[in-house]
């Protein structure tokens, strides 16, 4: 094996980045090792263009190995690596709105980037995934502006800025102030994913300038590498579009393009000239042998974004008619739909609606993870739906793709911030946001309606959570405009899509995605003052709908109880193999859940948690002398009476403990089936007795006889 190594020191650790001929058949390949984490990056662009594509064709698959994390996963009977994980597909996605603004948007050429993970320890695979992506595009030759650099930043486990901490650091339950992964390039920032407890803008500003200080050391690592084993980038010649369609866009289109772009909310009238456009064109060349006509589309495309970012740079007018920190028309709903469901909102925002129906289960309902890096349980789940519809379009439906899963994961990061802790509200929450008309930002107004779900069904989170898409028109640093709120052509046309969401005290999640090679810091600290502006005014309307969660809980929703036993008392309620926590079970209709630590939960409807509940505290109660409580008598003897305490338990009353008196025989004066008060008054522990006293509870229960 031929082999090249380049370190360098990053947050207190080393980077290594390996050059091999492992994997030489692909166009660029790097291993990257950080503490005992390895991933395999390669890259490769396809010989051809693919012609008649109308978009450029690139792939990012993350790989989740299980023999990186030293164990034999999967189902029982599967024992392989299967469709990608959630946590698999979020980092894919992170990779390629990192690296996508980078390539010519007008490459034909496929190019696919595959990241493996070999090993993994404490160290965050997903980020150095990035920088590997990276580096393998760097010294391959297919043409690309990087390189970029990606780091991890926060707070954690005190107030000192971290970089790249350990993943212990950053578990689902783990109350850490702020954890960002920040990638950019040349001082700019190209991504952002972000979860915060309500932290100030200004804060967050600090730790992007702390990341972007290690990027850029990151960078230069990888000019140095480039410079010395870079391969020669590719030259791809690109087809240039005819005179002949320059000018029938010209004569037939350009002078309706202004009315179309600026027509009002939503893309009616600009897809309208568009399809006008598409059958001229079609028209003009339907004698001859062309088929493709993308670059004829390419012009319209590129005209309508040139319009939009003139107008709104020089003359503050947007596509709607809006002023730029204009937040559109607003509508709250909470509650209101069915009895059915436990909580459930409905949020509008100009033409994007969002409904989000809410669904309360006890501890038994989380879910269970299992993963290469993460072995975990999950009490909160937000799961978003994009059907066809939305957009006015058919489509495949029920299939869940790479962009609702990013979606869902970004509102259930901003929500869960807020969210009471399991011993204040011991529930299992899933939210399910259905998109149900598309017109700019659906994450962002579904973390809207979540919040009214919560609200509705009770939830005691701590705030109401908003969020909102902002975007920007550059042309320089020192010459563009932030839009409020983007939609319609807004969105598929702007420079960023920066969504940002948070409460009336701070932010609790940041996506940043950008078409653009990188935005300042600058000009994203603007945009998330701006931002609060909007928030504001979005968390009134919820507030004025719903000012605080309610008093209650759905009717409909399950009961659940909590008490406490001893650790040692859990073999006792199980039973051997689970015979009688299962009796528990059937005998009341309640689900019960006991952690290690001796938590144990009783969900159920109908009184079924509470006579769960009673049973398990009969067993495991410890009687402890002095106690005074009442039973049933139970059974007579001719030296005293047996009385039940509880279902689980029994104790004797000598017949010198019955009454103040000279008892000749007990069943003179005590029956079966009485109930009478007794006391605690000796506990053999090793022979399991009980003695108690009926005088000593009450010595006028039996009077004597006259």
């Known amino acids: 094996m031929h082999k090249k190594e380049y370190s360098i020191e990053v947050g207190g650790k080393t980077l290594t980045a390996i050059f091999s001929d492992l994997a030489d058949q692909a166009h660029g390949s790097v291993m990257l090792k950080y503490g005992e984490t390895i991933v395999l990056a390669t890259a490769c662009m396809s010989k051809d263009k693919q012609a008649g594509l109308g978009f450029f064709n690139l792939t990012v698959d993350y790989a989740e190995k299980f023999y990186a994390a030293g164990k034999i996963l999967g189902s029982q009977y599967v024992r392989r690596e299967g469709k990608p994980s959630t946590e698999a597909i979020l980092a894919s996605r992170v990779i390629d709105r990192t690296i996508r603004p980078l390539f010519d948007q007008n490459l034909r050429h496929a190019v696919q980037v595959i990241i493996t993970v070999i090993a993994c320890d404490d160290n965050d695979p997903a980020m150095l995934a990035v920088n590997a992506a990276s580096l393998a595009l760097v010294v391959s030759n297919i043409p690309w502006k990087g390189p970029i650099g990606c780091v991890r930043v926060g707070k954690y486990d005190d107030e000192n800025l971290k970089i790249n901490p350990s993943t212990k650091l950053r578990e689902e339950e783990y109350p850490y102030k702020f954890d960002l992964t920040v990638c950019g390039r040349e001082g700019t920032i190209n991504m952002i994913e972000a979860a915060a407890r309500q932290v100030k803008e200004e804060e967050l500003t600090e730790a992007l300038e702390h990341a972007s200080a290690e990027i850029t050391r990151l960078e230069d690592f990888q000019k140095k590498i480039q410079s010395e084993i870079g391969k020669e980038k590719r030259v791809i010649i690109h087809d240039k579009i005819s005179e002949e369609s320059v000018a029938l866009f010209k004569e037939n289109i350009l002078p309706k393009m202004e009315a179309a772009v600026f027509a009002g909310p939503g893309k009616k009238k600009i897809d309208e000239l568009h399809n006008e456009w598409n059958n001229l064109v079609k028209e003009k060349y339907i004698n001859g042998d062309r088929k493709d006509f993308q670059l004829e589309d390419d012009i319209f495309d590129e005209t309508e974004n040139d319009m939009l970012h003139e107008k709104a740079i020089k003359e503050n007018k947007r596509a709607d008619g809006r002023t730029m920190d204009e937040v559109r028309e607003l509508y709250a709903q909470a509650g209101g739909l069915s009895k059915i469901l436990h909580g459930s909102g409905i949020f509008y925002r100009g033409g994007t609606h969002v409904l989000s129906a809410l669904t309360l289960g006890g501890p038994g309902d989380k879910q269970e993870v299992n993963g290469m890096d993460v072995q975990s349980s999950r009490r909160f789940m937000h799961h978003y739906n994009f059907p066809p519809f939305s957009a006015g379009e058919p489509g495949r439906s029920g299939f869940t793709n790479r962009r609702e899963i990013g979606h869902g994961a970004l509102a259930e990061k901003a929500v869960a911030m807020v969210l009471p802790s399991i011993e204040e509200f011991p529930y299992t929450i899933r939210i399910v946001s259905e998109s149900m008309a598309s017109n700019g930002s659906t994450s962002q107004a579904s973390i809207c309606a979540s919040t009214l779900a919560l609200m509705d069904a009770g939830v005691p989170i701590k705030n109401p959570v908003a969020g909102i898409a902002m975007g920007l028109m550059h042309a320089t640093d020192d010459e563009y405009k932030i839009l409020t709120d983007i939609q319609g052509p807004e969105d598929h046309h702007g420079d960023m899509d920066f969504k940002v969401a948070g409460t009336r005290e701070g932010i609790t999640a940041i996506q940043l995605d950008v078409k653009v090679d990188g935005v300042p810091i600058k000009i994203l600290s603007e945009a998330m003052a701006q931002s609060k502006k ?56 309640a689900e019960i859940t006991i952690e290690d630590d001796g938590t144990v939960y009783f969900t159920g409807r109908d009184g079924s948690a509470g006579k769960a509940k009673q049973i398990v505290e009969e067993m495991t109660h410890e009687f402890k002398p002095g106690e005074i409580l009442q039973g049933e008598v139970v059974k007579i003897a001719d030296f005293g009476a047996f009385v039940r305490l509880n279902s689980a338990t029994d104790g004797m009353v000598h017949i010198s403990e019955i009454a103040p008196f000279r008892v000749e025989r007990v069943a003179d004066i005590i029956k079966e089936g009485m109930i009478v008060p007794v006391k605690v008054i000796a506990i053999d522990a090793q022979r399991g007795k009980i003695s108690l006293s009926i005088k000593e509870a009450d010595k006028n229960f039996f009077a004597p006889k006259v």
């Not at 650790?567 to 199980?574: A, D, F, L, Y």
């Open 534 to 589: 909007a928030r504001l005014t979005i968390l009134d309307t919820i507030e004025k709908e719903i000012p605080k969660p309610r008093a209650t809980i759905s009717p409909s929703a399950p009961e659940i109880l909590v008490i406490k036993i001893k650790p040692e008392q859990i073999g006792g309620v199980i039973g051997s193999g689970g015979k009688i926590i299962k009796e528990i079970k059937e005998r009341t209709g």
